[in-house]
């Protein structure tokens, strides 16, 4: 049972520094250690929080709400063929709004801190997050109703990718855009730069500008395994939950493993959007779910 | 086998008008067309009800437009070489290698009997259209042309699409023949959801060549650029095309259970379409852009007729055949407006009666047949469409027509009246008047003399001609 | 095989609302064409081998490469800016392509047909509609032109669901692609500047 939650925690121990060690990689040096994200965390833990006289009681609380939330979205993932910790039916309701309540805890503690650049950044991240949530529940929903079930651990269960061609093509759909919907979600290229230090171009680092020590740290732990919760879920898309469990060890982190490297080299090789294409470029995600709904409709025979 | 050595002929006269090298050979070629197409319409008139070619018929409405069609071959040929005098000769010679081509499609387009046929024809008119609005070779011409162009083409593929929606009622197995015959007898069992669409769609498309309400624009851009004579045949006999494949297929799904449907759409595309002819009229500045409008109008009182049924049908027909009569000779008119006070613009142009005595009077008579004003023959359809409404207890629809009718009636009279009256509103600069020989207007007399002629006597041929033609149709 | 060439074509609709420069339009036209010929080839298999050669060759050389190939001159002969002009801004585009593509679905599981695949009916209708309102929503006459072979494409895809039993209605339906050449050649006649959005001269 707590098999999915483990694993995840132990991926997200890697994936940052996979990400950062793939980009470094690739624009030629050497990078810093696999680890070294952790030992900045451990850095964190270390330090004092330094807490301004016009935030409130909500900036206190955001970072431990948000990394709460992460948890508690954790474990509802399944592995293999166990269920996951909290499993009933509609539970990817509650994953879906578990992530979205950790993010408006982040907006409004950007908001109460009475920054207008964390106003700015909250706004805007406001608006990226609504434009891809029918994405996120297309994809859901037609899951849902291909296998028939609408808990995360029996719909897994019951989905095998090799079919017929229809569920071929709708894998494919549906990985391409889990994870751009994962790289949108985490803030990154090329919806927002996680390396720009203009901060009339943040969007998410904008609104954490101003936690310090042990806030940061949990911030940061949060961000990590959001990365390692979206591929996971990822993961459960690919693989077949049959196979043999010691094979699916090996293949829930080379999955892993796979998803930092292509983050790490799409990151590198594209620039960042300009700000007013963004809803037009999360709103074509939502438009390609609807083809993988489309997919699903004739596939389930309820549309020829 | 006429047919054939008719089309024939046309495509060689087309071509060779290209080749010749100077202007009689040309108007030689042009009037010898003329004659093919005027003994085209009598051996229609003889052998009525007869399939040519596998894909021809002449049936009623066929020989009723290709008359009209007839009668105003020789009017518009006559102003074309007097509009077309200055030209080069190659310019003149694609003008009426042009008007061949157009002639000939249009008289392919009528006689057609099968869906897919009609439809290649009117594809053609568009080329061959296209040629005769770039005749001038300005900017304006350049951009009408393109305008046309490219809506037509847009239209003609909706127009395709909801042929391929009839295609689908035949389902698997049959041995499918788009022939309007044959349709007739599978029609009962179609899906009507079907039938609505494939309506809406033809409307949509065809609606291009009418000049109806969706897509109407064109037509009034094209009217209003091209050459008078060209215009004269275009809001027309052109114009005819469209109507006669809407009322092809309307006539077709009139014993179905869509019928209901259809006349809803017609009515209100029909009353749309006078709704925009009367707001932009009244503000309309070039007078053959006010004519434009006219015709505009006029295939909305055409659209509603068929709606309204009943009387509607009879008063359709007979209503097509009376404008275009009275529009050509309105056309041929603004030609020699153009010469003598050498612009179209109201504000640039009055005294005309001082001017051209005769031309105004053609005017003044063009505008009392046009607006359906008694003598008019064109009155005594509209009269039987107003009965026609009534009998239904279209009341809104009634009141809404006669109302926007009075509009376009203040409009254009006072438009006309102005010119023919007034002094013009900008004295600017003055160019000489030209002068044109009164005898040209003999013509255009002839023309709106035959439209008051029927408003008193209605010969027999013809209302039997009509009468056949709407027999089909329910009561 | 059908199955994933339909699929791609939907896909490049969306694309077309969400492209911004217009060579990117003319690649995706010129796949619309490519796949369409493959769609052809695998659907008519009753159609005589004659008739399909037509089909093929006629989709395969006009719509793949000589219509592209006009386009593309047409663009670097009279240097278009490469990015296109609309009306609208692209957000907008792509929510009514998607509004497009769910209206398409659901009238075409009311339109259902014994006699035609519905997913052809349902596909064609959106490349119908994505064809529309990309001449509505644009206003360099290029972009109009490309629009409108969008909507040619659609009446193809509609004349290949009774295709099997009507070759003659694809026949024919060809010869809207006649049109378009005829369009074509008015820019290189006419020397139409494609940029030409200012086609509002004619007033009353």
């Known amino acids: 049972m707590m098999a999915g939650f483990i694993l995840i925690a132990v991926a997200a121990l890697f994936f940052p520094g996979l990400i950062l060690r793939t980009k470094s990689v690739a624009s030629g040096r050497k990078g810093p250690g696999l680890f070294q994200p952790w030992k900045d965390i451990v850095v964190l833990f270390k330090k004092g929080s330094v807490f301004s006289d016009t935030a409130g009681l909500i900036f206190r609380i955001a970072p431990s709400v948000t990394l709460a939330t992460v948890a508690g979205a954790m474990l509802l993932l399944p592995f293999a063929e166990q269920k996951a910790v909290l499993s009933f039916e509609g539970d990817f309701i509650l994953f879906a709004y578990l992530l979205a309540l950790g993010r408006f805890f982040t907006i409004i503690a950007a908001l109460d801190t009475g920054s207008s650049f964390e106003g700015m950044g909250a706004s805007r991240e406001a608006l990226f997050s609504m434009l891809v949530e029918p994405a996120f529940f297309v994809l859901m929903a037609t899951f849902a109703m291909f296998t028939g079930y609408t808990s995360f651990s029996v719909i897994f269960n019951h989905f095998y990718i090799t079919g017929n061609d229809y569920v071929l093509i709708y894998s494919i759909i549906g990985a391409y855009l889990l994870v751009q919907i994962a790289m949108i979600e985490n803030s990154r290229l090329p919806v927002d730069d996680p390396k720009t230090h203009l901060e009339l171009t943040m969007i998410h680092e904008v609104m954490i500008l101003d936690h310090s020590g042990f806030d940061k740290a949990l911030i940061h732990i949060g961000t990590y395994l959001k990365f390692a919760l979206y591929g996971s879920l990822i993961y459960n898309l690919i693989v077949p939950a049959g196979w043999n469990v010691f094979l699916q060890t090996g293949l829930f982190f080379a999955v892993q493993a796979l998803f930092a490297v292509v983050i790490g080299f799409a990151e590198s090789f594209r620039a960042r959007n300009k700000m007013n294409k963004n809803p037009k470029f999360i709103l074509t995600l939502s438009a390609i779910s609807l083809i993988a709904f489309l997919v699903i409709l004739i596939l389930t025979e309820k549309l020829a | 086998m006429i047919l054939l050595f008719f089309f024939i002929f046309s495509v060689l006269l087309s071509g060779v008008t290209l080749l010749s090298r100077k202007r009689a050979i040309t108007m030689t070629l042009t009037l010898v067309y003329a004659a093919m197409l005027i003994s085209l319409t009598v051996h229609a008139w003889i052998n009525r009800g007869s399939t040519e070619l596998v894909y021809f018929t002449y049936d009623s409405n066929a020989v009723l437009l290709l008359s009209v069609l007839a009668i105003l071959t020789l009017p518009t040929v006559y102003h074309g070489f007097i509009y077309t005098s200055e030209d080069t000769v190659k310019r003149f010679n694609i003008y009426h290698s042009g008007l061949i081509a157009l002639m ?372 | 095989m059908v199955n994933y060439l339909i699929v791609i074509f939907a896909i490049t609709l969306i694309y077309f609302a969400s492209a911004e420069r217009l060579s990117t339009y003319i690649r995706l036209v010129a796949l619309q064409g490519l796949l369409l010929c493959g769609i052809a080839v695998f659907e008519l298999k009753e159609v005589n081998l004659g008739n399909l050669l037509f089909i093929v ?138 940029h030409t959005n200012e086609l509002t001269m004619l007033k009353d």
């Open chain 2, 104 to 475: 000939t499609f249009m008289a392919g387009a009528y006689l057609a009997n099968t869906m897919t046929v009609l439809w290649i024809f009117v594809e053609a008119t568009t080329l061959a259209v296209a040629v005769l609005i770039y005749h001038d070779r300005t900017e304006m011409a350049l951009e009408a042309t393109w305008k046309y162009v490219f809506i037509c083409s847009t239209g003609i593929a909706l127009a395709y699409l909801g042929i391929l929606f009839l295609g689908f009622i035949y389902g698997r197995g049959d041995a499918p023949n788009l022939s309007f015959s044959s349709f007739g007898l599978v029609i009962s069992t179609a899906n009507p959801l079907y039938l609505k669409i494939a309506f809406i769609f033809v409307l949509v498309g065809f609606s291009t060549k009418m000049g109806l309400f969706p897509m109407h624009t064109v037509t009034i851009d094209a009217h209003s650029v091209a050459p008078p004579p060209v215009s004269a045949l275009i809001s027309t006999t052109l114009m005819n095309v469209g109507f006669l494949a809407i009322y092809r297929v309307y006539s077709l799904f009139s014993v179905t259970s869509v019928l209901p449907f259809m006349n809803h759409v017609l009515v209100l595309a029909g009353l749309l379409s006078i709704l925009i002819a009367a707001g932009y009229m009244l503000k309309a500045k070039h007078l053959k852009r006010m004519l434009a409008y006219s015709s505009l109008e006029n295939m909305g009182l055409v659209a509603i007729a068929i709606g309204a049924g009943g009387y509607g049908y009879y008063a359709a027909l007979l209503l097509i055949v009376l404008h275009s009569l009275a529009k050509s000779s309105l056309f041929y008119q603004m030609g020699q407006l153009s010469r003598i006070l050498h612009t179209f613009r109201l504000d640039d142009s009055g005294r005309y009666m001082k001017l051209y005595p005769a031309g105004a009077m053609v005017l003044m008579t063009g505008m009392v047949c046009i607006l359906a004003i008694p003598p008019s023959g064109m009155f005594i359809p509209e009269l039987m469409i107003f009965r026609a409404l009534v009998q239904n207890g279209q009341w809104f629809v009634l009141v809404a027509v006669v109302i926007l009718l009075s509009f376009i009636i203040y409009a254009m009279s006072t438009r006309i009246m102005h010119v023919n009256f007034s002094s013009p509103r900008k004295e600017g600069d003055v160019r000489m008047p030209g002068s044109v020989n009164p005898v040209e207007t003999v013509s255009q007399f002839i023309l709106l003399a035959i439209v008051i002629l029927i408003c008193f006597y209605q010969p027999p041929f013809l209302v039997d001609l009509i009468s056949q033609g709407t027999a089909l149709l329910p009561r």
């Open chain 3, 57 to 194: 060759a006629e989709t395969l050389l006009f719509k793949t490469i000589v219509l592209p190939y006009l386009l593309g001159r047409i663009i670097r002969r009279s240097g278009v800016t490469r990015v296109h002009h609309q009306a609208v801004p692209g957000f907008y585009l792509i929510l009514f392509s998607i509004i497009g593509l769910f209206i398409s679905v659901i009238l075409a599981m009311i339109l259902v047909n014994p006699f035609i695949n519905t997913i052809y009916l349902g596909i064609a209708l959106f490349t119908l509609f994505t064809g529309l309102l990309l001449i509505v929503t644009h206003k360099l006459i290029i972009s109009h032109l490309i629009g409108f072979l969008v909507v040619e494409n659609a009446v193809f895809l509609f004349s290949l669901a009774v295709g099997n039993e009507m070759p003659m209605l694809i026949n024919i339906g060809i010869l809207l692609d006649l049109f378009v050449g005829v369009l074509i050649l008015g820019f290189f006649g006419l020397r139409l500047k494609p």
